[in-house]
């Protein structure tokens, strides 16, 4: 088989996406990294339930099923079940995911199913016309919130750390080539995958993001983490965030020479994955990248290994479907 390009992964259906829509973006990078990761086509399912983010399905050539509110997850799982070689990406948004989908969000990690999901957050329900959505910040003022919000946002990265998902990551819409490159490196990860995609919606959260995006101030209110690398940031590079036995703080230095003792990121030490999950502004900068990989048993191969096991001399198969789980 000829090696497939991003084009080679654009349906003949047209983008019905508001001009200038973070989703553009974000499909741009998907179908770049479909193309990295090798599969052919009919290796890969996309699933979404509903929302904006949710026409994904129609836009990609590959398989894929547009299902209802919040459910994208248990079909999802039940499509990754019955054909674990498939590659099963679920597309959702903030309202769909962590609002009506929550509960099997949180199952779905607790599970360890094989899904790799991407939440495309613009903290608004767009779709619908712009209510309030679990992610709205405090203060917001929204369709339902016309005197601002009074709720308390959900940190979806912070949750999914919580929850226990072995792969974790957060990117930029407009950030093409670091949103492609985490859903390659999701794609490796046996179990779970979540990876948080920030996006503007141009009607309701036009400038939301602007200030991780100017290059007059993304420096200094955003932070990009690396394994194995410190935690710099700030337009001069001279300041780092550091996790000491009292918490993080930021730290400040002369950047031709900075301190030997700052905090190197681990992104398989799931306490620091805690703790730098949980920063947010003002007091500390966004912080952008894979905060957790680790290795975990997925439950679609715990599943198949006991299925397939001998039980008193009986084998049991499970006829053509059947998996041998090397």
Not at 110 to 134: C, D, E, H, W
Not at 227 to 238: A, D, E, Q, W, Y
Request: with cysteine; proline share 6%.
């Amino acid at each position: 088989m000829n090696k497939l390009t991003p084009n080679d992964f654009a349906s003949n259906l047209p983008v019905k996406w508001c001009p200038g829509c973070g989703d553009f973006a974000i499909l741009t990078s998907v179908k770049k990294a479909m193309a990295e990761i090798g599969l052919p086509h009919e290796k890969y399912v996309v699933v979404s339930g509903i929302g904006c983010s949710s026409r994904f399905p129609y836009y990609v050539n590959t398989y894929g099923y547009h299902t209802i509110h919040g459910r994208a997850i248990p079909i999802a799982t039940g499509v990754k079940l019955s054909n674990p070689d498939l590659m099963v990406f679920v597309v959702t948004g903030d309202g769909d995911a962590m609002s009506i989908g929550g509960n099997h969000l949180m199952h779905g990690i607790r599970r360890n199913i094989g899904l790799k999901v991407l939440m495309f957050n613009n903290r608004i329900y767009a779709l619908t016309k712009g209510q309030a959505s679990p992610t709205t910040q405090k203060g917001s003022k929204t369709k339902t919130t016309p005197a601002g919000n009074n709720d308390y946002s959900f940190n979806p990265i912070a949750l999914a750390v919580s929850l226990g998902s072995p792969f974790v990551a957060r990117s930029m819409d407009s950030d093409l080539n670091s949103t492609s490159s985490i859903i390659v490196e999701a794609s490796k990860n046996e179990g779970f995958a979540f990876v948080e995609i920030i996006q503007k919606c141009v009607v309701f959260t036009d400038k939301e993001f602007d200030i991780f995006k100017n290059p007059e101030t993304k420096d200094e209110v955003s932070l990009k983490i690396e394994n194995g690398k410190p935690m710099i940031f700030g337009k001069n590079k001279n300041k780092a965030v550091v996790i000491e036995k009292s918490g993080p703080k930021i730290v400040e230095f002369d950047p031709t020479n900075p301190p030997s003792n700052l905090t190197v990121y681990d992104s398989s030490d799931i306490n620091m994955a805690r703790i730098v999950s949980s920063l947010t502004p003002p007091d500390f900068p966004l912080p952008f990248g894979i905060f957790l990989k680790v290795e975990k048993k997925s439950y679609e191969n715990m599943y198949y290994e006991e299925a397939n096991k001998d039980i008193d001399g009986i084998d049991v198969l499970l006829g053509e479907n059947s998996y041998e789980i090397n």
